[in-house]
């Protein structure tokens, strides 16, 4: 990789929350913890799903899958970041950059299109429920999570291969405390204009079209929903799905915001909150959110103590 003046650009400095100073180490114990608890509760509903025989429905296949992508997606980011923000010197080589950037960006679009595959799995149930059992069979389920990835990993390679093959400037210094395309796009030199059409249409594609499906979902749920005669029937039916709704709204609501910008040199220290938010506290949010609003999960966990105990 050569910058504008052809000097080899050996390493990519990562300022992230360097203006935060002593405030750092604060933010390093709370980072730490949301991790150990992400970690533990994606890996809770993981192992609750697999065990017991009540879950082995489709909703709860893709709610295994999230939980999955959740635990690599912030592998990915977590684990570099606590160790640089007690580094003096928080670089990365290119090929580091590279991969961190390339995982982020596949787990993330996978959990887009998973989050898209749920939502038509609660759609089917409630809108379709005499034809569920043919409109998500096995097979179809299994082809919806292997889409979500490989969807991922074809649109992953291209932009990130693009990218890295942009010619860089003088400075090496990253306004993040990750590789984020947009970042690194801020940092090159020549014909921006095409990355960030590029980062324009990757958003498009796999944020507001999976989003835009999601709300056409729930719009025919909710219109099956009014017509439920009473009003504990429609509580009951609405139950089954607002935890998948209020885990959509966290994640692509923060998302748009984050990558709907003008330009690539919108992304400077005030964005990292924002970035903090959906690729470290999101995360955290979904097991409480799948568990504590799912009477089925907690039944499961409760089995699952008591037969231990």
């Known amino acids: 990789m050569d910058d504008a003046n052809g000097t080899a ?5 990562l300022l992230g929350f360097s203006y935060l100073g002593t405030y750092q180490s604060a933010l390093f114990w709370g980072v730490l913890f949301v991790y150990l608890v992400t970690l533990l509760g994606n890996s809770l509903i993981i192992t609750v799903t697999l065990l017991d025989p009540a879950l082995s429905t489709p909703m709860y296949f893709f709610l295994r899958h999230l939980s999955m992508i959740e ?3 912030t592998t990915t980011i977590v684990p570099r970041m606590l160790i640089d923000l007690f580094s003096s010197h928080p670089a990365m080589s290119p090929a580091s950059c590279f991969t961190q950037m390339y995982f ?7 959990e887009c299109c998973l989050l ?19 409109l998500m069979n096995w097979q179809v389920c ?13 649109t992953t390679t291209t932009h990130s291969l693009f990218i890295f ?30 990355g960030e059409v590029a980062n324009l249409v990757l958003t ?9 499906l999601i709300l056409f979902s729930y719009v025919r749920i909710l219109i099956t929903i009014l017509g439920v ?13 607002s935890s998948h709704l209020l885990v959509v709204t966290l994640f692509f609501g923060s998302a748009t915001i984050a990558y709907m910008q003008p330009g690539a040199s919108a992304t400077q220290d005030k964005d990292q909150t924002l970035s903090l938010f959906y690729t470290v506290v999101t995360p955290k949010l979904n097991p409480f959110i799948y568990t504590l609003r799912n009477k089925e999960v907690m039944g499961a966990l409760r089995r699952k103590v008591t037969k231990h105990l």
């Open 104 to 110: 982020f960006i596949l787990f993330g679009i996978a």
């Open 71 to 73: 635990i690599l997606y």
């Open 116 to 134: 898209t595959a749920m939502a038509y799995d609660r759609y089917a149930a409630i809108c379709r429920p005499l034809h569920y059992a043919m």
């Open 204 to 212: 498009l594609l796999f944020i507001m079209t999976p989003f835009a």
């Open 142 to 154: 299994v082809g919806m999570v292997g889409a979500s990835y490989l969807m991922g990993i074809i």
């Open 229 to 241: 005669a009473s009003a504990q029937g429609r509580q009951k039916v609405f139950s089954t799905c």
């Open 9 to 13: 650009v050996t390493e990519f400095i």
């Open 165 to 194: 093959t942009l010619p860089f400037q003088g400075t090496n210094h990253v306004h993040h405390f990750l590789c984020d395309n947009l970042a690194l796009l801020s940092l090159t030199s020549g014909d921006t204009f095409r």
